[in-house]
Each structure stands twice: as structure tokens, then as C-alpha cells.
């Protein structure tokens, strides 16, 4: 485990990371709540079923929590997504 020199890098981290997943939990949500009325894919709701359940584990995971190192992952992984359906809302 990472020891955080830094009090304001983690601080800074877990709320980006914690504001990244929260936006990606619930972009899933809605879309399976909207899924529900309209044909779709079988292919696009599983994937939908299975993003939601991967980014609700990892926001429970306490061990990400206290790595700076996986936060910094996570962020870096996430957040071109995070952005990508931020800029589709944005377009409608």
C-alpha cells in the first residue's frame, strides 16, 4: 500500500474517483430503467448489466479507497468514459 505523503492528494483523488463512479453508476441505472421501455439489444443490456455491477463493486471496494496508486488507475481508466457520456447528455 501506497503511503500518502500528501493529505490534499488523497483528499483530491478519492473525491474524483468517488465523483467518477457515482456519475457511472447512475448513467447505468438510467439507462437499464430506459431499457425497460424501448427494444434494445440484448448485447447492450448486458453490457449495461455488467458495467453497473463492475463500477458498484469497485466503489465498495475499501482497498481502492487506500491506494493512491489504484485510485489514480481507476480515475484514468474511468474518466474518458465518465467524459464520453458526459458530452452525449450535453448533446441531446
Do not use: G
Not at 505523503?5 to 478519492?14: I, Q, R
Not at 437499464?32 to 463492475?54: F, G, I, S, V
Amino acid at each position: 500500500m501506497e503511503i500518502i505523503v500528501n493529505s490534499m492528494d488523497w483528499f483530491e483523488y478519492t473525491e474524483s474517483l468517488n465523483s467518477i463512479l457515482n456519475r457511472l453508476i447512475a448513467h447505468y441505472n438510467v439507462e437499464l430503467m430506459n431499457l425497460l421501455k424501448k427494444e434494445q439489444t440484448p448485447e447492450y443490456r448486458e453490457y449495461c448489466t455488467n458495467m453497473l455491477a463492475e463500477v458498484s463493486l469497485l466503489n465498495r471496494d475499501t482497498e481502492i479507497w487506500q491506494d493512491l496508486s489504484l485510485m489514480k488507475f481507476y480515475i484514468e481508466q474511468y474518466s474518458p468514459l465518465t467524459r464520453k457520456i458526459n458530452e452525449l447528455a450535453n448533446n441531446k
